[in-house]
């Protein structure tokens, strides 16, 4: 079927595989018999190993990056609570991620509506948290898993009175500038490599979702986290 969710999913442990390279063979006679199902799911399934394959490309390339990252971050991952505890917690409401883009500007007035905040939860990158509060939005989670230090002027100038109330939700792997600017509440994503890191004695109340191929892909992952 159509769904790239049940395709990921059943490619779930397969990434590097599929990452390698994937060719489609048609079966002929079940052409007719799909119909245009059959150019739903292959446009699907392209989408998907797509996806797959940026994330794995991604990950190789940031491996140095990450660990050194990670290592620097111990004491924050060590500190603060993971997203265990968030499971289902919006479940039934519907969620807004909400990212860089030309179509932002136009739209963003729509979240600034009375009520919205309170029927949805809205979960936006860090590249868009400043003007969300400028306008009056504040968004209930930002994500953040950006390598670069250049990521700490999302978080300039801010005071926790600003973000009170939004929390941050950030792969350990990103750079501690992050975590160093960000004057609200932070959650970590598990990280198995620092929790081996930090011995048989810690354990971490988070858990693991599928990582993030960019921060949005990581909110919209999380937002689906919170039901």
């Known amino acids: 079927r159509p769904d790239s969710g049940a395709?990921?999913?059943?490619?779930?442990?397969?990434?590097?595989?599929?990452?390698?390279?994937?060719?489609?063979?048609?079966?002929?006679?079940?052409?007719?018999?799909?119909?245009?199902?059959?150019?739903?799911?292959?446009?699907?399934?392209?989408?998907?190993?797509?996806?797959?394959?940026?994330?794995?490309?991604?990950?190789?390339?940031?491996?140095?990056?990450?660990?050194?990252?990670?290592?620097?971050?111990?004491?924050?991952?060590?500190?603060?609570?993971?997203?265990?505890?968030?499971?289902?917690?919006?479940?039934?409401?519907?969620?807004?991620?909400?990212?860089a883009g030309p179509s932002l500007a136009r739209n963003m007035r729509l979240l600034a509506e009375p009520g919205v905040r309170d029927r949805v939860v809205i979960v936006a990158v860090q590249t868009v948290l400043k003007q969300l509060l400028a306008a009056g939005i504040r968004p209930h989670f930002v994500t953040a898993l950006d390598h670069h230090e250049i990521s700490r002027r999302f978080y300039e100038g801010l005071t926790a009175a600003d973000v009170e109330g939004v929390t941050l939700v950030v792969e350990p792997k990103a750079n501690p500038a992050i975590l160093e600017a960000y004057p609200g509440a932070i959650c970590c994503l598990h990280d198995e490599t620092l929790t081996k890191v930090l011995g048989s004695g810690f354990a971490h109340d988070g858990c693991d979702i599928a990582p993030g191929a960019t921060v949005a892909h990581l909110a919209h992952t999380f937002a689906r986290h919170l039901g």
């Open 7 to 99: 395709i990921s999913e059943a490619l779930l442990g397969a990434e590097v595989a599929v990452s390698l390279g994937v060719k489609v063979i048609e079966h002929g006679p079940s052409g007719p018999r799909l119909g245009e199902r059959a150019a739903q799911f292959r446009e699907a399934f392209t989408t998907t190993v797509r996806a797959i394959r940026t994330n794995v490309v991604t990950t190789l390339m940031q491996t140095e990056a990450s660990l050194r990252n990670g290592l620097m971050n111990l004491d924050w991952y060590a500190s603060v609570p993971g997203i265990a505890g968030l499971s289902a917690r919006a479940q039934g409401r519907p969620a807004v991620v909400v990212s």
